[in-house]
């Protein structure tokens, strides 16, 4: 039994690790992992107020999780699975867990109350996601400490694992709690939080086995205090997404091709990385707060070396919470995410007569318009052509600074009824603010 | 180190440079071939230059410098025609080439230009190989007589090669005016912006002092007019391809096909004036034929 379990979590580990590390890439394939969290697929679904297709991929363990409780924890759940292996390594179980309260239930509430509020807070939090963020990393083309930040999450829960082994699954982790809930609500709930006080140990000196909640008061008083937790996690939703919607204007980070609009970003991206890890020209990087507060670690474009290729869509298959929108390939290459101004002072064309014009050969849409000045050709971007790729950045020969250079953008189409070409949303109760 | 490695490989150029040079004689001809069937048209115009046996020797590599930089379709006259290239590589190997290698730096992210271009599968169908050089592909060399361009990070493979083709698409270019081929070049070398940077026109004329291809090819079944070098732009059908050892020659000739005179793409005028070639259409035998 022993072994068949082991061999079990090794297995399970083994297929997580293959799917986030894309060892067999599929468009979209870096995506089912997070998207496999009941917890994400139900937080982004509230926050769109809309059910897409990728959040489907959260049915079956919100099913399971209705009929077996927390059963998926310590049987399928891959960072649990390293979770438990690593908390046995220093045999330290003599702590006392009675002293931490369930965290991971509050978490949860204000992760779904936020959502409520269309700005869902702490999705980084999923286990699922954090276990998404470290295999994905080895997937980056050219490695730089940037495309390992998303991997950090795993190693801070190594490392809370070997201070107090099992807090975090059993304490802390929201997606736990989550499946501890709706196993209650579930007709077969198998761990019953309220419906008969579980008593534990003062001390457990067995490896805990997840899933057994004790909840000190009745039902009655619990569901208060969860309902008001709720309340607070839509509250602070609410209030978040007001005090970051600072407009950085054409200041801000570019986005990749279909991000929603910035303070909706803020909370929706859970920053799994999967994203960066699925970008071919390996431009997408994490943001270090250069959008401003809320905009720490998630996606933002740089286009020092390369660009964002025409052909490709790859980011817009790879987000597990519709942060990024999935687009079709010609709506993609309709998407204007920047608007790309040429610097008249630095450019060699305008500035030292050179015969350059790097940015025209190389735009893909033709919006850069060549003007004659002192008898060269000089570049001049039409506004209402420019998709903001960067491909004129990232190769303007202009030194130590780029002469052209790709602002922000509300992004946009730059045809008419691009709506028609977007993969379809399965259903829409409210339209989306 | 590398003033060694220059040395050493221009001394294998030379050789190639003088024969060139003899063999287009004291008047330059170039024959320029009418048509509208690529294979039949490279064998007529090879067959002028002194057949493929003069340029293949058995057993040996041949180089193909084609024009792969754009993820573009084959008839929106970005790229070096497919046909055409698939009948180069098909004849160069029944010659008995040891291989045909086709190094092309694109411009485009490569899978996409090698793609959509369509000249990856056409390489791949006639038994070429075709590759994007990475860093460790490159060696640097001087080029002793270059103005602005002193020096440059080569494929090794264009610098090697026993028999090296130049076979450009002739296109409008914004910075340059025409990709032709002397132009065409720049797909070989690492660092392109630093021509642009430099004095594009002088950059590229230096360079050709230093390449000496066996023969130059010019695909000019459609030509594209505006909007080069990536487009799409405005097409022009000329149907014909260009032959010829001399490259300020060749591309002289071609410049005409864009209603332009030779010396108004400064290219060729500073190629002229250096001595690379002949410039001066009235001193140029253009010999017409049709396949």
Redesign the interface.
């Known amino acids: 039994m022993h072994h068949q379990r082991t061999i079990l979590r090794i297995g399970i580990l083994a297929l997580a690790a293959i799917v986030s590390a894309q060892v067999f890439p599929l468009f979209s394939g870096v995506v089912i992992l997070p998207a496999a969290s009941p917890l994400l697929a139900i937080c982004a679904a509230i926050a769109a107020r809309s059910v897409s297709l990728v959040s489907l991929i959260g049915l079956p363990l919100l099913v399971l999780a209705l009929v077996r409780g927390r059963w998926f924890c310590h049987h399928l759940c891959p960072t649990g699975c390293l979770l438990i292996w690593v908390g046995k390594l220093l045999r330290r179980h003599h702590f006392r867990m009675q002293r931490f309260p369930v965290f991971g239930l509050g978490l949860c509430l204000v992760m779904l109350g936020s959502a409520l509020a269309g700005f869902p807070l702490l999705l980084n939090l999923d286990p699922l996601v954090q276990f998404n963020g470290f295999f994905s990393i080895w997937r980056s083309t050219d490695w730089t400490w940037m495309a390992g930040l998303p991997g950090l999450g795993l190693i801070m829960l190594i490392l809370i694992t070997l201070i107090w082994p099992h807090l975090w699954c059993e304490r802390i982790c929201p997606l736990g709690a989550l499946q501890a809930l709706l196993g209650i609500s579930g007709r077969f709930g198998r761990n019953v939080i309220g419906r008969k006080p579980v008593p534990q140990p003062a001390v457990s000196d067995t490896p805990v086995c997840p899933g057994s909640f004790s909840a000190p008061a009745g039902r009655g008083v619990a569901g208060r205090r969860m309902f008001l937790v709720l309340v607070f996690g839509a509250g602070l939703g609410w209030v978040l997404r007001r005090v970051g919607a600072t407009d950085l204007g054409s200041a801000g980070p570019i986005r990749p091709p279909g991000t929603v609009a910035e303070p909706v970003l803020w909370g929706l991206c859970s920053r799994c990385g999967s994203c960066m890890r699925t970008c071919?020209?390996n431009i997408i990087i994490p943001d270090l707060g250069t959008g401003g507060p809320g905009s720490w670690l998630t996606p933002r474009l740089d286009f020092s070396q390369r660009y964002c290729?025409?052909?490709?869509r790859l980011c817009t298959g790879a987000c597990p919470t519709g942060a990024i929108g999935r687009l079709s390939l010609e709506a993609k290459r309709a998407l204007s995410i920047g608007t790309a101004r040429v610097d008249r002072t630095r450019c060699?064309a305008w500035n030292e007569a050179?015969?350059?014009?790097?940015c025209?050969?190389?735009?893909?849409y033709?919006a850069?318009r060549?003007v004659e000045h002192n008898g060269v050709?000089c570049p001049e971007v039409d506004e209402a052509l420019c998709r903001g790729c960067g491909a004129c950045q990232s190769?303007c020969?202009?030194?130590p600074v780029r002469a052209i250079m790709v602002h922000a953008r509300e992004q946009a189409s730059l045809v008419a009824k691009p709506d028609k070409s977007r993969l379809p949303t399965i259903f829409v109760p409210f339209k989306r603010d | 180190m590398t003033g060694l490695a220059a040395t050493a490989v221009s001394s294998v150029c030379l050789p190639r440079m003088a024969w060139a040079a003899s063999g287009s004689g004291p008047t330059p001809t170039i024959y320029v071939v009418h048509g509208s069937d690529p294979g039949r048209m490279l064998a007529a115009g090879i067959a002028r230059l002194g057949g493929w046996k003069s340029f293949v020797k058995p057993r040996q590599n041949v180089v193909l410098k084609l024009n792969a930089a754009w993820a573009s379709l084959p008839e929106q006259g970005g790229n070096t025609s497919p046909a055409l290239v698939e009948c180069c590589i098909q004849e160069c190997l029944r010659s008995g080439a040891a291989e045909v290698v086709v190094p092309e730096k694109s411009c485009s992210p490569t899978k996409d230009a090698f793609e959509r271009s369509g000249i990856g599968a056409a390489v791949k169908r006639s038994g070429g190989r075709m590759y994007s050089p990475e860093r460790h592909h490159f060696q640097r060399v001087a080029i002793p007589r270059g103005v602005k361009l002193k020096e440059a990070d080569v494929v090794r493979d264009v610098l090697e090669a026993p028999c090296l083709i130049n076979m450009p698409v002739a296109k409008s270019h914004g910075g340059s005016t025409l990709t032709l081929s002397m132009k065409n070049w720049m797909g070989s070398v690492s660092d392109r912006g630093y021509w642009h940077a430099h004095n594009l026109h002088q950059c590229i004329a230096d360079f050709s002092t230093f390449i000496k291809p066996s023969f130059i090819v010019v695909d000019a079944l459609r030509i594209m007019t505006t909007n080069g070098p990536q487009g799409p732009g405005k097409l022009a059908y000329p149907n014909q391809l260009i032959f010829g050892m001399d490259p300020v020659a060749v591309d002289a000739y071609a410049a005409t096909l864009f209603g332009k005179q030779p010396f108004d793409v400064l290219y060729i005028k500073l190629a002229h004036d250096m001595g690379i070639g002949c410039g001066d259409l009235k001193q140029v035998q253009v010999v017409h034929m049709d396949a």
Do not use: D, G, K, T
């Open positions: 071919p020209e290729n025409e052909w490709c060699l050179q015969y350059c014009m790097v025209h050969e190389f735009c893909s033709q850069v060549i050709n190769h020969p202009a030194e």
